[in-house]
């Protein structure tokens, strides 16, 4: 058995060392382009769903500042001495601006699938009229309401978003350190495989020098 692997030791080494060497560039060429793959659809999909967090945020707080400032502004225009005219302006006019971030949230829920925006933002839009056509405290209030159902249900979807980015760190960390294991794997083959070509070139020289010193 060991006279036979001896007489073939040249070729088991050619063949082993073709082998790992194929096996080293083939893990390259799959597991990792693979790994590298996934990696890149996992950061794409943690920075997409940071830039809603960001998103929800920044929508939040602007319609916080457009109610503040539209509460003042409707407590101004109640007073006995405010001038009607101007007073009514500038409550209709603040009732314009508030809808924008509502919209807004309403256009950021919508594209992560949690309503409808045509249908939302319609019902909306009717109560927006209804309080600008109609000041009451009624008809504010019911349109307060509904802009603070929308926002809330922004806010409320923010910390769910923020465990899925955690979440989606995590499986590319994970990516990560099978990456680098993989990577470990394949320099290891391809320097086996090296080591083998080497081994069976020193094989033949030594086969033929030997040759040669008997020939001598």
Not at 41 to 49: G, R, S
Not at 97 to 118: C, F, K
Not at 128 to 141: Q, S
Not at 205 to 211: A, G, V
Request: hydrophobic share 45%; glycine share 6%; net charge neutral.
């Amino acid at each position: 058995m060991f006279a036979i692997l001896a007489r073939n030791a040249k070729v088991i080494a050619l063949i082993a060392g073709f082998v790992f060497a194929t096996l080293g560039t083939l893990w390259s060429l799959f597991v990792i382009d693979n790994l590298n793959a996934q990696l890149a659809q996992l950061a794409d999909a943690q920075a997409e769903t940071v830039a809603n967090i960001e998103t929800l945020n920044r929508k939040a707080s602007d319609y916080f500042i457009a109610n503040q400032q539209g509460d003042l502004i409707y407590i101004m225009a109640q007073r006995q001495d405010a001038n009607q005219g101007v007073a009514n302006d500038i409550y209709r006019g603040n009732l314009l601006d508030r809808a924008t971030p509502v919209r807004d949230m309403i256009g950021a829920l919508a594209q992560l699938q949690q309503l409808d925006y045509r249908q939302t933002y319609d019902a909306y839009e009717k109560l927006n009229d209804t309080a600008r056509a109609d000041g009451t405290y009624e008809n504010f209030m019911r349109l307060k309401q509904r802009e603070y159902e929308i926002v809330a249900q922004g806010q409320a979807l923010v910390p769910k978003l923020v465990q899925q980015s955690i979440d989606l760190g995590r499986a590319s960390a994970a990516r990560q350190a099978e990456q680098t294991r993989n990577r470990q794997l394949g320099v290891i083959a391809a320097v086996a495989g090296s080591a083998l070509l080497l081994g069976a070139n020193l094989l033949a020289e030594k086969k033929n020098s030997t040759e040669r010193k008997n020939a001598d």
